[in-house]
């Protein structure tokens, strides 16, 4: 059984540009959450997908958007990029009803902006 | 706002006992949770506490003083491989929403 996995796994990007970074959610999960890790702090929330549609969301502008699929998979796409938008970027899946044990991480998109 | 304090790094010896405490400010508490992340890789769930008191999962421990808004995780007979990242992180419904900015455990010989 797969878990959660994304992709790419490294991504060079130049300011301005654009960039969707993609994630498959563990087998039986159905609610795909983003974060945010710069280096040496904690993932930050971005948003969480749930029935395809964004249920919650953290403080990031709305240069950060998202969109899940009908497979529950899921994109996280980032406009005009800026050099602090350089980080590692998981992906969480979890069930939409399920306990708090169920929440996999992927291994992460790491991003540099130049 | 919302806040949480964690001790930056902590050197432990192999064998040995550590405790990595938490501290938060945050509206809306629904539990706090751990979790580790070594080097490179992506976080790994521990542990979750929605109620006062301690949580036991082999050699890892958790504890929540809601009313102190505190908790702390505990290490027993650490090994090497414990060296890592360790994140505590506050809920809200089925989602954690803040993370600490971690605790670097070093385990030493």
């Known amino acids: 059984d797969a878990g959660v996995t994304q992709s790419p796994t490294h991504l060079i990007k130049t300011r301005g540009q654009q960039v969707t970074l993609r994630c498959s959610p563990k087998?039986?999960?159905?609610?795909v959450s983003w974060y945010q890790q710069a280096l040496g702090q904690g993932p930050q929330f971005i948003f969480q997908?749930?029935?395809?549609?964004?249920?919650q969301r953290g403080n990031f502008p709305d240069r950060f958007s998202g969109h899940q699929f009908p497979n529950y998979s899921s994109e996280l796409n980032v406009n005009a990029l800026l050099l602090g938008d350089s980080a590692l970027y998981l992906c969480?899946?979890?069930?939409?009803?399920?306990?708090?044990?169920?929440?996999?991480f992927g291994p992460g998109t790491r991003l540099l902006v130049l | 706002g919302q806040s949480l304090e964690q001790p930056s790094e902590v050197t432990a010896v192999e064998g040995a006992i550590v405790q990595i405490n938490c501290t938060y400010q945050?509206?809306?508490?629904?539990?706090l949770s751990w979790y580790q992340q070594h080097d490179g890789g992506a976080p790994t769930f521990l542990s979750y506490?929605?109620?006062?008191g301690l949580e036991e999962t082999g050699r890892f421990s958790s504890f929540l003083s809601r009313s102190d808004s505190y908790g702390y995780l505990l290490l027993q007979e650490l090994q090497m491989k414990d060296s890592a990242s360790y994140f505590c992180?506050?809920?809200?419904?089925?989602?954690?929403?803040?993370f600490g900015k971690g605790t670097r455990l070093s385990v030493i010989a």
């Open positions: 969480a899946s979890s069930e939409g009803t399920g306990g708090r044990e169920t929440q996999y």
């Open positions: 087998s039986g999960h159905d609610t």
């Open positions: 997908y749930y029935e395809e549609e964004e249920r």
């Open positions: 945050t509206s809306g508490f629904y539990g």
């Open positions: 506490n929605a109620l006062d």
């Open positions: 992180a506050v809920w809200r419904g089925n989602t954690p929403l803040v």
